[in-house]
């Protein structure tokens, strides 16, 4: 068993907590809950490189997916190419590609057009994906999203007369979504230049055609599914560089997350587990769990990443301006570079954390049912989940079967069954996180009643 050197301070707790049967790999966890290798990448994500990257996004005056694609300085092929060029210059180990696809003519798609996200896969040891995702593409319409808030009809949104032509309005879009881009692209380089070994494979993606409906993000999340390829967690950014409210509030020190439900759906689970390690790695910034898809009929890329089954929050600035938003006054004058920096350090914390550590346990059997029973006694919480690659001890949470978060937890040894006696799981939401030699610790697999079946109740004589 692999275990970093602990300082002396240490060694009463580690005794302690060996006599009371917990593995010595989970009392390492315990002695040392921060890594400081991700310490050192937390802390190399750089204000200024935001900065050069949302400079140069807005120098393309638009990158809308309808815009022109044939000029080297102006529109979304020169974007493309730079962004494409810009990863690819951070580190041989990053594979950067263009992920493309021939859109034909519907709803906001208003002529043919070839689509392309710019991707940058990091391998690790394990196929398993985790994604930090942006995109790139902007919209600007007159009135922009501060008109249709304020009850106003919404502005056209094709400038140009002729559909078949591209559409070249200025559209600068840099805190939307240039934020969540130059957040993505960032953190190519700090995952890439940081030479750690992680288990999963890191994937930081600039999505295109969110402004169409989600577009590409939903073609490659469904190419996922076609091809099989396991996401285990997207961490979207759109809108996440501003901190002053368009309604005159300022805040700089809090970022939403929204989340799927039900209570505890895998994307809820995500969104408690950069709550959680945001917390630790990046304390001055506080993560709001929000829990709803996303903002009040507005939407975002997690969510296609949501309809074809995978794991996926947003990230959201706390206090929008939506004078800013869809506007051409969305531009870099609008950006607190401190505050959009401590969101990519929040990604950055849970991202890695999620990479360092075991896939999160399975908590159902060969039938998809769950592993959790009332025996022996009738009234105990018995526990079963399966061992997860690279675990070394398990952390169990708990909490009563009202309200979010998790109240209560336990860390044990290398097993895959613990027993709570006299704790009733009528009562009682339970999961289990795998934690491996160094304490990184998975996101939290819950225990959940499966949906009763539709009844079918047969009668005669009506
Ligand atoms: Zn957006």
Redesign the pocket.
Known sequence: MLMRPMKNTAAPALAALMALGVSAGAAAARASDLDPQIVKLVGSVSEERLGAILRKLESFETRSTLSSTDSPTRGIGAAREWILKEMQSYSPKLQVSFDTYNVLKQGRITRDVEIRNVMAILPGRNPRRIYISG?YDTVAFAGGQGNSNAGGSPGARAASPDPAAPLDNPAP?VN??GS?TALAIELSRVFSQSGIEFDATLVFMAHVA??QGLIGAWLHAKKAVDQKIPIQAVLNN??VGNDKGGSGIVDGATIRVYSEGPEDSPSRSLARFVQRWGARYVPSHKVRPMSRPDRFGRG?DHSAYNQLGFAAVGFRESRENFTK?HDVRDTFDGISLPYLAQNARVNAAAAATLALAPPPPSVVNERGQPTITRAPSGYDANLTWAASPGAVAYRVFWREAWGPDWQHELTVGNVTHLLLPGIQIDDHVFGVAAIDAFGHESSVTAWVSPARAQMDIKTSGQ
Do not use: K, L, R
Request: hydrophobic content about 10%.
């Open positions: 995109h879009g939307d979504d969540g969110e402004e759109d809108i975002g938003q």
